[in-house]
């Protein structure tokens, strides 16, 4: 069972700032937080993912509340190519743990 | 690099013949997964491996379905007989604690349509 919450969707104008915003309150103190995104009919792709700490990388940035009990993943500048779903993923960092996605949160970025 | 490869990238076949799709990991890596993603269900893990042994198959439907994985660069999934509700869209991923941070890397799926 995915472990994660989200909103099914969201719009966000092209430019902007994209907001979105995962719960995980039974989050354990040894599970990482990661996003990944999936574009229409393409696999699902790496974007970020964080233990406590505020993370950035040239896609996004991850910020994770002090409880670590949610967390939201920001697009500085959102263009149309952002439009996909996004999947928040918690997972302890063990060798070989698999991966269970949720149903994610469908962002439409539109012009 | 060459991403995780899969083959073939659409089928599409009659009720009760046997599918076989095939996956090359990222060269490397040491764990690999197959995933099938429905429209009504979304995106289900139904095997992974990790130095070529089959670690969790919970997520296989049935008999119907088996994986194997023969050596570190080549996984196949079969499916015989083949039935509709096995359309889908079935994804393979590869991934390395060793080389990152254990994150997925995903091919660019199979589509297998059952008439």
């Known amino acids: 069972d995915a472990k994660t919450t989200q909103p099914t969707s969201m719009d966000c104008a092209e430019g902007r700032a994209a907001n979105l915003p995962c719960n995980h309150s039974t989050i354990s103190g040894n599970e990482y937080v990661y996003w990944y995104r999936q574009i229409h009919s393409q696999g699902p792709q790496y974007i970020i993912h964080g233990l406590k700490n505020n993370e950035t990388n040239e896609m996004a940035s991850l910020i994770i509340t002090e409880d670590r009990k949610s967390s939201t993943l920001i697009l500085p500048h959102a263009t149309l190519r952002d439009t996909a779903v996004y999947y928040c993923i918690v997972r302890v960092d063990n060798y070989g743990q698999n991966f269970v996605f949720g149903p994610g949160t469908r962002l439409s970025v539109l012009p | 690099d060459a991403g995780v490869i899969q083959s073939p990238r659409h089928e599409v076949t009659e009720m009760g013949q046997e599918v076989t799709l095939r996956c090359k990991p990222i060269s490397g890596h040491n764990s690999l997964f197959w995933y099938r993603q429905t429209m009504m269900r979304g995106l289900e893990l139904l095997i992974y491996f990790n130095n070529n042994v089959p670690i969790d198959d919970s997520g296989m439907p049935e008999d119907r379905f088996s994986a194997k994985m023969p050596n570190a660069s080549f996984s196949t999934l079969k499916i015989q007989p083949s039935e509709p509700r096995d359309s889908a869209v079935y994804f393979c991923?590869?991934?390395?604690?060793?080389?990152?941070?254990?994150?997925?890397?995903f091919g660019e799926g199979s589509r297998l349509t059952v008439l």
């Open positions: 991923a590869s991934s390395s604690p060793v080389l990152g941070a254990g994150e997925l890397f």
